[in-house]
């Protein structure tokens, strides 16, 4: 009975979505009041019958109640009740309800929080969020609904595939959805703004925050992937360009560009017309994502559900809004066009290379994703386009835009005096020069270029970004701390990311060259040796957990003949799927990871065991961790301005 | 001598820096493409002498019952895959996936050493049980298809 609710909760919505999107066509008829006060009950009423089916569903898997089909395919009596909730998003039905529900809510919140923005750009921008949300309503509602009943309903559930069983995965969808269902914002202020034919730079500054938002869940959400990839996959990796990963990655790039070109057009009203085609495109390449984890046409490490039908109606969908977004705006874009001059050592030339290099990286990864399926479809031959491949391209391009980040920093609006500017790099550039050259030859005794220049990028912008966070504060008055208190959180923002930036480098690049890894066959009471630690292996016992079995091998770890940790990396065996999991045991400390996992059993006492020693891979979320605090700065720092912004209206 | 303004002069250096940008990057893509975009093949191509010997490929199919080796205690293992109607041999040294089993499908990257014998780099995890590598679930429902073919 509950569950015929949520589908009939589902279905008032889509008719609600309906409403709301054809508010558009009333622009003459009705008063803008009226308009606007219907799209804010329009939106919130289906915010709340969303998020409400959405519970009914999180109830049925939390009963057990199997007789949907949904939950009798990913959920199980003996599941522990965080994944019994999580796994309501674990399949393509309840990840996709995950995804209307964000919406709905992203989209009442821009109505709550509107009160700067003039009424017929909100009301546009939610009467074409309607149509988007109905679109996947249509969808849920006619090709993939969770409450489809199954009939005989089955005693016990199919269980959620092992993989998923993982703290990393219960917050890692939302999270990521989150993120991509953000870059609608844009998207939708694009749409409305090119219907309306007028923009603003205060409405500018107000869409910063959303896309700051959007990219920081999205930040959020890669990385949580990446750190679940790390512990569960056993391979000791956290990035692999799978096509799945590279689907998040392209709209993150595509948004990162956005948020550098929208400062710009808020700064110096230029590049308006770039920043609307990059929001189109952003949400563009948020939906080719979902298309290609959800259509499963993709080869992939992430099997998710295989069903080409649900493939072509995201498919369809995709051509509709990438089409007549694109046509819309070349249709109407010439009206947004500011001229003002700038010069090349100007700030808003080493945003224009930013984007420029970042939009390009975009493409090459796009390519490298694609076109295996373009080659399979026109018969040239079965190709995979490898991890090699990105490698290489992503670094080659991804030097130079970190490379631009300080002088970017040292240089001003319209025109920056050249003298200072060089004698500013020159100073750094040679003082970081020297510190990456001790560094490397203290700790490393490395002579390889690659990680010379890598290193050299990545100190050479944190220094950068340390030292105008001095200048800044020098200007201030008074104490110390007042000092540093009256940075104003704009430049926080951009230098805590900036920073964030270079320690994620310096992660990749020491982990990546100086792990070392070991692959042997270990007896029970043999001692293996990995950069002065010494790994015992005690032996291996058995484990009963509610849903698997497991084999829990035990390590003693000494460094100088002392004892100092022990590793329990387990080899379970899932009860229902009968899937084998690894799960690696991990110790963590500032500078370096030790990381074990068991392989197979290869005679009675000896085992396949993986053992690697990875420098500096904390490094990656500290590093993640300073950008997501810029993002806030950025987010909540900017309210001071507005305030004096509005006053002065 | 035609006198350029000082406008057209600027534009004429932005188009060449445009150009140049775009051909550096075109060709850093295709070399990068050249070098690193691997086909896959089938066991029936690969006795059919269709792939190429000592080049980076990838290839799939069904691991033999029964046809799986471990070399004394070592990480060095063989076993045989087939397409159900060609088989050939395959050697790797390393740990191989959780779901490794014989019977199963399985996708690898590495070198053919002759038209008989296959050495892997790396052997590629899936899932879970009832998932087959997509290249290896096409190849095998053709195969199938042209056997029923051949029955009637």
């Given amino acids: 009975m509950i569950n015929e609710i949520g589908n009939i909760f589902l279905s008032i919505s889509a008719t609600l979505s309906l409403c709301m999107f054809a508010v558009i066509f009333f622009k003459k008829s009705l008063a803008t009041n009226i308009r606007f006060t219907f799209c804010k009950y329009f939106s919130i009423s289906i915010s709340i019958l969303i998020t409400l089916s959405f519970l009914i569903l999180a109830y049925a898997f939390l009963t057990d109640d199997f007789s949907l089909r949904y939950v009798a395919n990913n959920s199980n009596i003996d599941l522990e009740n965080v994944y019994k909730f999580s796994a309501v998003w674990g399949a393509h039905e309840g990840s996709i309800l995950l995804w209307v529900l964000v919406m709905s809510i992203w989209c009442s919140l821009i109505i709550l929080l509107s009160k700067n923005m003039p009424k017929t750009i909100i009301i546009d921008m939610i009467s074409v969020m309607g149509l988007l949300l109905l679109f996947f309503l249509v969808f849920i509602l006619f090709s993939s609904n969770p409450f489809d009943r199954v009939f005989p309903v089955p005693l016990n559930g199919r269980d959620l595939n092992p993989l998923l069983q993982d703290p990393g995965l219960i917050i890692h969808p939302p999270m990521l959805y989150i993120g991509y269902v953000g870059t609608s914002v844009p998207f939708v202020f694009a749409i409305s703004v090119l219907i309306n034919g007028s923009i603003k730079l205060e409405w500018i500054a107000w869409l910063r925050k959303w896309v700051i938002a959007s990219w920081m869940f999205l930040t959020i959400g890669i990385s949580l992937g990446s750190w679940w990839a790390y512990h569960e996959l056993g391979w000791g990796g956290w990035w692999f360009w799978d096509p799945v990963e590279n689907a998040s990655f392209m709209p993150w790039l595509a948004i990162t560009a956005l948020l550098h070109s929208l400062i710009v057009s808020e700064k110096r009203g230029i590049f308006i017309n770039w920043s609307i085609l990059l929001s189109i495109l952003t949400f563009s390449l948020s939906l080719l994502g979902t298309f290609l984890v959800r259509s499963g046409i993709l080869v992939s490490v992430h099997a998710f559900a295989n069903d080409p039908e649900r493939g072509l109606y995201i498919l369809l969908f995709l051509t509709l809004i990438i089409g007549s977004s694109l046509t819309l705006y070349f249709l109407k874009s010439n009206i947004l066009i500011f001229h003002k001059q700038y010069s090349v050592s100007s700030k808003e030339f080493a945003l224009l290379l930013n984007n420029l290099f970042l939009t390009i990286t975009t493409f090459a990864i796009l390519l490298g994703t694609l076109y295996p399926l373009i080659s399979s479809s026109l018969d040239l031959g079965k190709i995979s386009v490898g991890a090699p491949y990105f490698n290489f391209i992503f670094s080659a391009l991804m030097l130079p835009i970190v490379f631009l980040m300080s002088p970017a920093i040292y240089s001003s609006w319209k025109k920056t005096n050249y003298k200072s500017l060089t004698k500013k790099l020159v100073f750094v550039l040679f003082y970081s020069l020297i510190l990456t050259y001790i560094i490397l030859n203290i700790f490393f005794e490395t002579d390889v270029f690659v990680v010379f220049l890598a290193m050299f990028l990545a100190i050479f912008t944190i220094f950068s970004s340390l030292l105008k966070i001095y200048q800044v504060s020098k200007t201030n008055k008074g104490m110390i701390i007042k000092k540093i208190l009256n940075i104003p959180s704009s430049s926080f923002s951009n230098l805590f990311s900036h920073i964030g930036i270079g320690i994620l480098i310096i992660g990749i690049t020491i982990s990546n060259y100086y792990s070392v890894q070991k692959e042997i066959i270990m007896q029970k009471n043999s001692e293996i040796i990995i950069k002065n630690i010494s790994i015992k292996f005690v032996g291996v016992q058995n484990k009963l957990s509610k849903n698997y079995s497991s084999q829990v091998g035990i390590f003693d770890a000494y460094s100088d003949n002392n004892y100092f940790v022990s590793f329990f990396p387990e080899k379970r065996t899932y009860n229902i799927q009968k899937n084998i999991m690894t799960e690696a045991a991990i110790d963590s400390s500032l500078f370096r990871d030790i990381y074990v996992a068991l392989g197979e059993n290869v005679s009675e006492d000896s085992w396949v065991v993986r053992i690697y020693y990875k420098p500096y891979i904390q490094f990656l979320w500290y590093g993640v961790g300073l950008m997501i605090l810029g993002g806030l700065f950025g987010i909540f720092g900017r309210r001071k301005i507005e305030k004096k912004l509005a006053n002065a209206i | ?152």
């Avoid at chain 2, 493409?33 to 690969?46: A, D, H, L």
């Avoid at chain 2, 399985?106 to 052997?123: K, Q, S, W």
């Avoid at chain 2, 290896?136 to 051949?150: G, P, T």
Wanted: aromatic share 12%; glycine share 4%; with cysteine.
């Fill in chain 2, 1 to 152: 001598m035609i006198k350029l303004t000082k406008t057209s002069k600027k534009r004429i250096v932005k188009i060449c820096i445009f150009f140049f940008a775009f051909s550096s990057f075109s060709a850093l893509l295709i070399y990068a493409f050249s070098k690193n975009s691997v086909y896959f093949y089938t066991p029936t191509q690969i006795i059919n002498k269709e792939a190429p010997v000592e080049k980076y490929i990838r290839i799939g199919g069904m691991v033999k019952k029964k046809s799986f080796k471990r070399k004394d205690n070592s990480l060095k293992v063989s076993f045989i895959i087939h397409d159900l109607d060609k088989s050939i041999s395959v050697n790797y040294e390393g740990i191989l996936p959780d779901l490794f089993a014989e019977g199963q499908g399985v996708v690898m990257t590495g070198r053919l050493i002759n038209f008989n014998t296959f050495v892997a780099d790396e052997v590629l995890a899936k899932h879970d049980e009832n998932y087959m590598p997509p290249e290896v679930a096409d190849m095998m429902k053709k195969k199938e298809d042209l056997k029923e073919k051949n029955d009637k």
